[in-house]
């Protein structure tokens, strides 16, 4: 079965870090361009960040930009995003997807929950 | 404020036809495909509409896409109760080097 499944998520302190995870299986993860996407509560979706296969390049979205990064494991079949100087309003339901060329985000994972507050 | 713009909220009875409108601008729609997410309540998206019109296999053909310019629309024909979700639209955006969405739009089934 193909699935990503997200880790990480939890309370944090504004300025602190998190790393957040996602494993992937049922698919050949090295062919495929990965991507972060987060919806803050009551809001709509805000793509963050996106990878390719080997990850020599790399997207952020204004707002992150400095402060997150994004990366894989290709051996581990892992996503991953480093969420440095958190502010409150990174607080949202972060979900890594499956990117298909230009043919949208196929697989989503199921989310995993970040809330920055003191 | 999205760098697409949907309506924030579309409605009809069960079997009316629905149409949703996303529209954008030469940097993003206008130069790049659309696709479409479906989201049910306290679920993850759904990639619902790729490439501006093709449907995943196991979407219903109720759903179609098209795309015309700077603008794209989503229709569901023949609504039904499961479709009260939530959808957007996205698209590469050449500028900001980036996927934008719409701010989403909710269709309630009246």
């Known amino acids: 079965e193909v699935q990503l499944v997200e880790s990480g998520g939890g309370l944090v302190q504004p300025g602190r870090s998190l790393r957040l995870s996602c494993a992937a299986s049922g698919f050949t993860f090295s062919s495929f361009w990965m991507t972060w996407v987060r919806q803050a509560p009551g809001k709509g979706l805000e793509w963050v960040a996106n990878i390719k296969l080997d990850g020599s390049e790399k997207y952020y979205v204004d707002s992150v930009k400095g402060r997150f990064t994004i990366s894989r494991d290709n051996a581990k079949n892992s996503l991953y995003l480093q969420m440095n100087s958190l502010r409150a309003e990174d607080t949202a339901v972060y979900y890594c997807a499956r990117e298909v060329d230009n043919d949208g985000f196929d697989i989503w994972g199921q989310g995993t929950m970040v809330i920055v507050s003191s | 404020q999205s760098v697409l713009t949907q309506p924030p909220s579309a409605s009809g009875t069960p079997g009316q036809r629905v149409t949703i409108s996303c529209s954008g601008s030469?940097?993003?729609?206008?130069?790049?495909?659309v696709n479409w997410y479906q989201q049910l309540p306290g679920t993850a998206p759904k990639l619902l509409i790729y490439?501006?019109?093709q449907r995943p296999s196991g979407v219903p053909d109720r759903f179609s896409g098209s795309k015309s310019g700077t603008s794209a629309s989503l229709a569901i024909s023949g609504l039904q109760s499961e479709d009260e979700a939530d959808y957007y639209c996205a698209s590469w955006d050449d500028s900001l080097k980036g996927v934008v969405f719409g701010g989403g739009t909710k269709v309630t089934v009246l």
């Open positions: 030469n940097s993003n729609i206008g130069s790049n495909a």
């Open positions: 490439t501006n019109n």
